[in-house]
């Protein structure tokens, strides 16, 4: 059985998020070709036609299939092109919380797009998918990505000394934020089980974490299914 049912699509007043796919292929050589830099380190890097092919097709998919995580592009509406990208990792459905990653595009930083897609992602979490917390890390210098942590409703919870090892060789400290289903619902209802007790609530596009069931939302897998699709995703942070 497939950790999520059907395709997920968020949709914001300015935003679309949607899984990658080859239609993205021309927007992800651009991105790679001009060094953007905004990437989780397990998306390609190099402009070969194959790899990216089979990456944009299936390998970006296989956290998802896994419900181990997900990645998710943003498109703008009124474009159609590509601005970032945002994905759920390290998901533990047993204690129901994760991690969030984001990264836009250079040409995309400065207009609210971040903090519109950090919003749509984690309503959508903890609502639809039916998780309790969603954890978001910034290193202490990265005052941007800070500031879009708060303007999404985020609470400052401290800081994780050492906790990123970055090009330098160094360990940096990082600020931990932590959104609970309770600072947007007083009273969120308790989500209902599926198979092996996973939740998933959410109205039609899954972003207000409010009616019928989404066919969306990820169910969990037995421990231990793939140690290494875990390891691969462990660089999804990008904030």
Known sequence: MNAFEGSVRLEGERLVLRPFGLDDAADLIDVIRGGEGFLPPNFPAVLEAEPLAWFLREGVHKVQRFGLGIHL?????????????????????????????????????????ATETLSLVSRWALGACGLYRVELRALTTNHASIRVAEKAGYRREGVARGAERGPDGANHDMVVFGLIAPDLWPDP????????????????????GTGSRDPGAPRPRPDGVSGRLVAQDRGERRT
């Open 73 to 113: 592009a943003v498109i703008g509406r009124d474009t159609g092109g590509l601005l970032g990208t945002i994905g759920l990792f390290r998901v533990d459905w047993q204690q129901r919380t994760c991690e969030v990653g984001y990264g836009m595009r250079p040409s995309a930083r400065g207009r609210g797009y």
């Open 189 to 208: 209802p308790d989500p209902p089980t599926g198979a092996g007790g996973a939740a998933g609530v959410g109205g039609a596009g899954g972003a207000d």
